[in-house]
C-alpha cells in the first residue's frame, strides 16, 4: 500500500469534504483522513495510480497542489474564508494582524505571495469574502443593515452601503429586491 498526503486546491467547506470523500470512496482508495485543503490517503498502486485520483478530483473542481507557495496561498484562503464566513467575525482584530499571527509571516510577504498566485490583492480577495458575507447576512434578514455593519467591521453603515455598491454594482437596496441572483459562490471569488 502507498500512502499519500494530497494538499487540494478550491477545498474551502465542508461540502467540499464531502465531495472529495464520495468522488475518492468510486477509486479503489482508503481516505485515512479528510480536512479542508487536504486529504491522506492509501492505495494499491497496482489497482490505482494519483494520475486516476488526480483526474478524479480534477472533475469535480480540485486539484492536487505540490509547490509550497500554493500551498500557503490556498492555507491563506481557507483562513480568510474561515474568519468571515465560518466564525463569529471579530472586527476588532485586524485581518492582517490574523493571517500574520497564524502563518508566521509578514503581511507584505503574505499579500505579495497571494497577488502572485491569485491575481488579486489579499485586501481585495478579504473584501470580496466580506461583500459576500454581507450579502449572505442581508438576505438572511435577521438583524439591522447597522448591526451587519458593526459586526463586519465596517465603521458607518454608509461605508458598508458604499462600498457593496463599489464591488457589486448595485446597492443594498437593489440586491434586497432579489437576493439570490446576486450570490456568488464563495470558492469563484
Known sequence: MTRKTLKINNMICNCCIRVIGIELGQLPVKIDNIKLGEVKISF??????????ENVLNE??????????????????????????????????RNSDYLVGKFGKTYPYL????????????????????????????QDDEITLSEIAFMMGYSSVQYLSTQFKSITGISVTEFKKDPANYRKSIDLL
Open 60 to 93: 469535480s473542481g480540485f486539484s492536487i497542489i505540490t509547490d509550497k507557495e500554493d500551498v500557503l496561498v490556498e492555507s491563506i484562503k481557507r483562513s480568510v474564508i474561515d474568519l468571515v464566513h465560518h466564525t463569529t467575525y471579530n472586527a476588532m482584530v
Open 44 to 53: 494499491n498502486p497496482k489497482k490505482t495510480n494519483l494520475k486516476e485520483i
Open 111 to 138: 499579500s505579495s505571495l497571494f497577488s502572485k498566485y491569485e491575481g488579486i490583492t489579499l485586501e481585495k480577495y478579504i473584501i470580496l469574502q466580506k461583500t459576500e458575507k454581507v450579502k449572505s447576512l442581508i
